[in-house]
């Protein structure tokens, strides 16, 4: 079992940074690839990020590469999205999830994360 809590989202203006953060309990937080989600009213959670379990690979939506940055802290059972020069476009209620498959394979689907945090909002004004 793993429980997923995220915080770190708010109002900001558009070029500017903000810092997710998911904290997980649950003593098999090492061995899940982590990954970030993000939806819109009426769209689909789409993928943003995500990381392998010891942190070594990533893979970014393009929508995303080069502005964000996921990482991880094993000993802190915490992943976080580093979010720059933020766009209106980013504005999303965003998902921090986990995969707790055996396989420290990366996947970008919905369906492949088995856990979710209840979400932050993310708003970027222009």
């Known amino acids: 079992q793993v429980q997923l809590v995220e915080s770190g989202g708010g109002l900001v203006l558009a070029g500017g940074s903000l810092r997710l953060s998911c904290a997980a309990s649950?003593?098999?937080?090492?061995?899940?690839?982590m990954a970030w989600f993000r939806q819109v009213p009426g769209k689909e959670r789409e993928f943003v990020a995500a990381?392998?379990?010891?942190?070594?690979?990533?893979r970014y939506a393009d929508s995303v590469k080069g502005r964000f940055t996921i990482a991880r802290d094993n000993a802190k059972n915490t992943v976080y999205l580093q979010m720059n020069s933020l766009k209106p476009e980013d504005t999303a209620v965003y998902y921090c999830?986990?995969?707790?498959?055996?396989?420290?394979?990366?996947?970008?689907?919905?369906?492949?994360?088995?856990?979710w945090g209840q979400g932050t909002q993310v708003t970027v004004s222009s």
């Open positions: 999830a986990a995969d707790s498959s055996p396989l420290n394979v990366i996947r970008t689907t919905r369906q492949a994360y088995d856990y």
């Open positions: 649950g003593r098999t937080f090492s061995r899940a690839v």
């Open positions: 990381i392998s379990w010891g942190g070594g690979t990533s």
